[in-house]
């Protein structure tokens, strides 16, 4: 069980969560402590003049977190909203802020391509680490607007990742309707995913190189990234150009190995 200093704690958190100021959360605090009191009382327990604590009061009006007894003006008393206003105020912050996220997130390929044009300036990372690569991997789903083409590895990939991510990362792909075109060099996993290709909403192509190779790239927006699962290794360039230029090899690539089974 909580301490009343871990619950006042709690509460003063939430307050500054939505907003007041550390004199108006302890305004808040000190006011649900007392009860129903008049501005004389309260100015003598915060020793602060009685005109600040109309400002504090003021404070607490915009949030919809204090009132007065509807009695006459000079015996009303002041009295602050119960702790209960306090947590549905909170809880609709945080929806909205939810809400936001949502929408924000779902116009991110739009604003991307209105900020980034072929004038803007490159950009280059590389990162290492499985950590960095899920994350980059997950934020493609952010960015990405209609279609992801991807050409390498698929076994070596999964092998990475693991099935169950990939499986994850597939059902939220296709819950935002993105397609994806593939072009895969042979293995076992990459067989599998061509069998699911109808219901993931994906194409598939199989590539038959001389040489086997492990590494990929993939691209979506107006980004190319290169992946190196050995290490691991990620290439992440924000180009239009070079994304135009790789998007036309694996275009070419493609087309090469439509009929490969």
Do not use: C
């Not at 602060?48 to 003021?58: A, G």
């Not at 947590?87 to 739009?110: F, M």
């Not at 593939?182 to 909403?201: I, S």
Request: aromatic share 10%.
């Amino acid at each position: 069980m909580e301490t009343k200093n871990e619950v006042k704690k709690s509460l003063y958190t939430s307050l500054k969560e939505l907003g007041l100021t550390e004199q108006e959360a302890d305004f808040y605090i000190l006011s649900l402590r007392l009860g129903p009191s008049n501005i004389t009382k309260l100015a003598e327990n915060l020793k602060i003049s009685r005109p600040n604590v109309y400002k504090l009061i003021k404070g607490l009006e915009k949030h919809n977190l204090a009132k007065f007894s509807q009695e006459t003006k000079y015996t009303r008393k002041f009295v602050v909203e119960a702790p209960t206003n306090v947590l549905e105020l909170l809880r609709k912050k945080r929806e909205n802020i939810a809400n936001l996220d949502h929408n924000l997130a779902s116009n991110i390929p739009d604003l991307l391509a209105l900020y980034h044009q072929g004038a803007g300036a490159t950009k280059i990372k590389v990162m290492q680490g499985k950590d960095q690569w899920l994350k980059v991997f997950w934020q493609i789903l952010d960015e990405a607007k209609e279609k992801i083409e991807f050409f390498g590895s698929a076994d070596a990939f999964i092998e990475l990742v693991g099935w169950e991510e990939e499986r994850k990362w597939i059902k939220k792909r296709v819950k935002k309707e993105i397609h994806m075109n593939v072009l895969l060099t042979l293995g076992k996993d990459a067989g599998t995913l061509q069998e699911n290709d109808p219901k993931e909403m994906r194409t598939t192509h199989l590539f038959k190189g001389e040489i086997p190779f492990v590494t990929g790239f993939m691209l979506y927006a107006n980004k190319v990234i290169f992946w190196q699962p050995k290490a691991p290794l990620l290439i992440l360039i924000e180009d239009e150009y070079i994304v135009e230029m790789f998007r036309s090899i694996f275009n070419v690539m493609w087309e090469k190995n439509r009929d490969v089974v």
